[in-house]
């Protein structure tokens, strides 16, 4: 098991008050940290909210936004609302398996992906669409499935630098 | 006191009686499995379904009563919802005895299900024994859907667990096995017709049946049905 | 307005200053290039488009404002570019790739109109009333293009809760102030008392747009006549429906409005502290309302005393966390306390105990965003648009097997053949319509035969559907529709809380039966134990997700037996989609061995050489489809 540097979790807890209503709050700064929910920082998480470790394992294993074991580095969702299903979307989805090995939805064993699924993006108009870390590909086709995945083996898409920000 | 109708028959029961209370007050049988005196009410399992006004079937264990309801224990729709899911039940934990009991209580002749032979219904009493009258919270659930049950925090009991056994005590499923789970058939129905499926199976099963009188004087227990359904038994 | 002076909005004098800061925006004295930036416009790339922009904005040292806008709901042809002169229509360019940028804005300050997808001649403003034209009063046509009056796409539309997306630049007050916007906030504090704001909601008709349609006015009266407090009001925005994108073109197109809507009612229900909670799955909805509230705040909009009328109002944001159960009100109050989000059983409704156990009123984003209209205009004027008991409009998004697919916002009765063939252009690729399914998960899939159905909450009960929150996918003749209700319930096993039996084992057997039928293995008697656990789920579920899950199946049951029928006698799948129920093959006569689906099968199942035929190993094909996408000789089979 991976010990989490104490420091950083510390921290990190340190921005919220001891409130069960900030319960969700802390764990979504803990995965965004993280990229999962460490065990010892979800004990951490109970004696700061003095709120019982089975609760607190409960709601960290039911929302899906949170995972309990670490994510590959790229994390990539295909996307399987009703309007990507009626274009492909589970075709894309398997096409992705293929692609990165997997039988199903995980971690790729070398750690490189994570490949989800998520009921809707909201991009429903430009079906089917996927999303890889915060860059979403609508409107894809199976066969452009694997070129996608290859930018982010090489180490990511290149970005056009931005001259000045928009409108304040 | 609130004033309403169950069955036809106007009672009065206490401010804050929930359905259940209610009936089992004037004598009214109603099925539960989730649902234990001294716990708070969950309302998982859904047996104890009662139709309220005109269709609407709510949990009795709780649902308080209110002035005015029309309550129906035992009604056609009731009676439907109570064989459903027993059917389901008994497909979720062929191995249960209490399951199959309610089950031919309630008239559940054939099992249209593969079963699935889990050790939990979900029934939240484990959780909840140990949370309300042990004050532990050792255990809850965890997941959610089709993953959700009964967890020990990253499967290691918790510190919180004083070994007591409370949980063991009042689960439904493990209260008493039956040995049906790898015999023929999934449901036992075996006080309908006193010729359990697992003494086909086993030489050293046990059984715990308890046919009714009715049975026995009328239905298929009769001394005649008996004798040519063993016969029938035997032959197979 | 610069930077650094952040004025109060103390009085309705401030409160114009505001408007006339986003009137010099939103019209400027010279030309404008606008990007729509929601999220699917920048899924198509529209961030490379802006960021084009302004390149050539400088290399050419163009006088012209480049803005940022929401969605104008023509998704089908992101990313879109705007380009407005003072004096002349507003030019709209689709699909516009990078490259294209310089051609577009070549003759600028004349806009080119040879390229252009529609022109737009004004803009109306419910909030006023008022039209506001582009071209002085000039007619603006140009030949050859369009205008959005006259568009099929958007000629139908009425846009009330839509009305500033793709208009104004989200992120600025000023320009929602320059389009009415916090008027009717200031009318509702100063010249009308609570009462009289709530009796406009009532007289409005207006119906819970979240799905279930409750009457607004009477949730607003629960509310308002609860006992003990504080009260809360709760803006559900975790539009967990798939397909389904409204709220998210609110959010992120005109934050504002949903805001000075939740004010208003805080005001009428009293109400002093409003919740917004968003799925996490939106995060630019979450930027652009985390933003507008920074703003109300500063300018006095948010806060104590509220433009000095002594009312405080403060909102937060919660998001969501991946539960689609949490769009149930009484699921989102548990996941806002910190809980898992289970359903509670109802009485007692939110609007008696709710968040923390005190009053609570639980609307959706687009009800918020109607109200500041309807104090506006009035209830009586909402009233008289729409149909029966479905007053005002809707908002719905059109995708799927659609031509244009599109977010749209029509008068409630619009006939759901005039939606997909008027305004979505029809069916594409030459094929035909065979259901339109609304309602999300909770709905069910309406036949093509029943398209002259109008739009309204009682109507698509009657149909065996629901009007839910809007999302409307078309399905065309490759759709198997007992392959979406397997679809349907596998979401729905998923997202099921979990904790009521009937839910959660009910839509698992529901599932397993259907799964059957799918893989040619279903029974004859499987239709009637698949309608006997539907009744079950129904009627025994504690909570909406639950008795709402049978639906689709129910629906789709009720129309399409035969294709269920089809499956299980025949086991065959009339529109070619279960695996296991089709072969792909090559047929010999056609195939002239290009080649080009041999290296994008998945499985390594082709098997042949170069100019000659090849062949598909049926023990290797995983039936992905990608040879018949691709061959363009049409020389793949599906039987």
């Known amino acids: 098991m991976l010990h989490v540097e104490s420091a950083t979790a510390d921290e990190t807890l340190a921005q919220f008050d001891d409130r069960r209503a900030n319960l969700i709050p802390i764990l979504q700064e803990v995965q965004a940290t993280y990229s999962y929910l460490p065990e010892d920082v979800l004990r951490k998480v109970a004696r700061k909210l003095k709120v019982p470790l089975p609760q607190v394992f409960q709601v960290a294993t039911f929302y899906r936004c949170f995972s309990l074991k670490p994510r590959g580095k790229h994390v990539v969702q295909v996307c399987l609302g009703t309007a990507c299903h009626v274009r492909g979307g589970t075709r894309i989805l398997e096409r992705v398996e293929t692609e990165t090995g997997l039988t199903d939805v995980g971690t790729t064993p070398d750690l490189q992906f994570v490949v989800e699924t998520v009921r809707c993006l909201g991009c429903c108009g430009l079906a089917p669409v996927m999303k890889v870390d915060r860059d979403v590909f609508a409107s894809l086709e199976q066969t452009k499935v694997k070129g996608v995945l290859n930018r982010y083996r090489a180490g990511g898409l290149k970005r056009p630098a931005r001259k000045g920000g928009s409108r304040a | ?236 | 307005m610069p930077d650094h002076i952040i004025p109060h909005i103390t009085d309705l004098e401030a409160l114009e200053r505001y408007a006339i800061h986003g009137r010099a925006s939103l019209y400027p004295e010279r030309a404008k290039i606008m990007v729509g930036m929601a999220t699917c416009g920048r899924a198509a790339g529209a961030e490379e488009v802006l960021e084009a922009v302004r390149e050539e904005v400088e290399d050419r040292h163009l006088d012209c404002a480049v803005a940022e806008t929401g969605c104008i709901g023509w998704c089908s042809q992101e990313p879109l570019l705007d380009v407005w002169v003072p004096g002349r229509p507003r030019v709209t360019y689709g699909r516009v790739k990078p490259k294209q940028v310089r051609d577009i804005l070549a003759a600028l300050p004349v806009p080119r109109t040879d390229l252009a997808l529609a022109l737009m001649t004004g803009d109306d403003n419910p909030v006023t009333g008022r039209y506001h034209s582009y071209c002085d009063g000039a007619d603006g046509h140009v030949d050859g293009v369009p205008t959005y009056a006259e568009l099929p796409l958007f000629r139908r539309q009425l846009r009330i809760v839509m009305r500033n997306c793709g208009i104004v630049d989200p992120a600025s007050l000023e320009e929602y102030a320059a389009r009415g916007g916090y008027r009717s906030l200031w009318r509702a504090l100063f010249s009308r008392t609570p009462l009289e704001v709530l009796q406009e909601v009532l007289t409005s008709g207006l119906r819970g747009r979240g799905g279930a349609g409750f009457p607004t006015g009477r949730k607003w009266q629960a509310v308002r006549d609860a006992s003990g407090g504080p009260k809360y009001l709760i803006c559900n925005a975790d539009e967990g429906d798939p397909g389904a994108y409204m709220d998210r073109g609110v959010l992120e197109g005109d934050p504002h409005s949903v805001i000075e809507g939740m004010i208003i009612g805080g005001y009428a229900m009293g109400a002093h502290e409003g919740v917004v909670y968003v799925r996490e799955e939106y995060p630019l909805a979450v930027a652009r309302m985390s933003e507008a509230i920074l703003q109300a705040e500063r300018a006095d909009l948010l806060g104590r005393d509220i433009l000095g009328s002594g009312f405080s109002f403060h909102v937060s944001i919660t998001k969501g966390a991946g539960a689609f159960v949490c769009g149930e009100e009484t699921a989102l109050i548990a996941s806002i306390e910190g809980r898992v989000g289970e359903p509670r059983p109802r009485p007692p409704y939110p609007a008696e105990k709710g968040l923390w156990g005190k009053p609570t009123c639980v609307n959706n984003v687009e009800t918020w965003a109607t109200v500041p209209v309807i104090v506006a205009r009035g209830g009586e004027w909402f009233s008289r648009i729409g149909v029966g008991q479905s007053k005002g409009t809707k908002v719905f998004s059109l995708v799927g097997n659609v031509a244009n697919t599109a977010l749209i916002e029509v008068p409630m009765g619009t006939t759901l053949g005039d939606i997909v063939n008027e305004i979505g252009g029809g069916i594409p690729a030459g094929r035909t319509c065979k259901a339109v399914q609304t309602g999300g998960p909770s709905g069910g899939c309406i036949p093509a035969a029943k398209l002259d159905l109008p739009v309204d909450y009682e109507s698509l009960v009657q149909a065996g559907s629901i009007m839910g929150s809007g999302g409307m996918i078309v399905m065309d003749d490759r759709t198997c529709m007992v392959d979406i209700a397997k679809y349907f319930l596998g979401f729905l096993e998923d997202e099921s809380c979990g904790k009521c039996f009937s839910c959660r084992v009910g839509t698992q057997r529901m599932k397993e039966v259907v799964t059957r039928i799918a893989e040619g293995k279903g029974r004859e008697d499987d239709l009637a134990l698949l309608e006997d656990l539907a009744w079950l789920v129904q009627q025994t579920s504690m909570c909406a997700l639950g008795q709402s899950a049978p639906n689709p199946v129910l629906s789709t049951l009720r129309y399409f037996r035969d294709e269920y029928l089809a499956h299980i006698r025949d086991h065959r799948c009339p529109a070619k989609v279960c695996k296991e129920l089709i072969t792909y093959a090559i047929d010999p006569v056609v195939c002239n061995g290009c080649g080009a689906c041999v290296p994008l099968c998945s499985g390594k199942a082709i098997l042949g050489e170069k100019k000659k035929v090849y062949r598909i190993e049926q023990a290797l094909c995983t039936k992905c489809g990608a040879c018949l996408e691709t061959c363009k000789f049409d020389a793949v089979l599906v039987n």
């Open chain 2, 1 to 236: 006191m609130i004033r309403l109708t169950i069955n036809g028959t106007p009672v009065e029961v206490e401010r804050g009686s929930t359905l259940l209370d209610a009936a089992r007050l004037f004598g009214i049988p109603v099925p539960t499995l989730c649902h234990e005196d001294g716990l708070t009410p969950y309302g998982a399992c859904r047996l104890c379904v009662v139709e309220v006004g005109a269709g609407r079937l709510v949990t009795s264990c709780n649902t308080m009563a209110a002035e005015g309801m029309v309550v129906r224990t035992n009604s056609q729709r009731v009676e439907r919802a109570r064989r459903l899911l027993l059917e389901l039940y008994v497909a979720t934990s062929p191995q249960s005895k209490r399951i199959q009991d309610l089950a031919s209580a309630h008239g559940v002749r054939a099992c249209r299900y593969e079963a699935a032979h889990e050790d939990c219904i979900q029934c939240g009493l484990c959780v909840r024994i140990c949370n309300e009258q042990m004050m532990a919270g050792a255990i809850a659930f965890a997941g959610r859907g089709k993953s959700r049950h009964v967890a020990r925090p990253f499967d290691q009991t918790s510190e919180l667990c004083r070994q007591c056994g409370a949980c063991l005590y009042v689960c439904p499923v493990c209260e008493l096995r039956c040995q049906a789970g790898t015999a023929d058939t999934t449901l036992c129905n075996g006080c309908l017709n006193f010729a359990p499926a697992c003494f086909q199976s086993y030489d050293d099963a046990m059984c715990f049946l308890e046919p009714c009188h009715a049975c026995e004087l009328a239905g298929p227990f009769r001394a005649d049905a008996r004798t040519s359904r063993r016969a029938a038994s035997t032959a197979r």
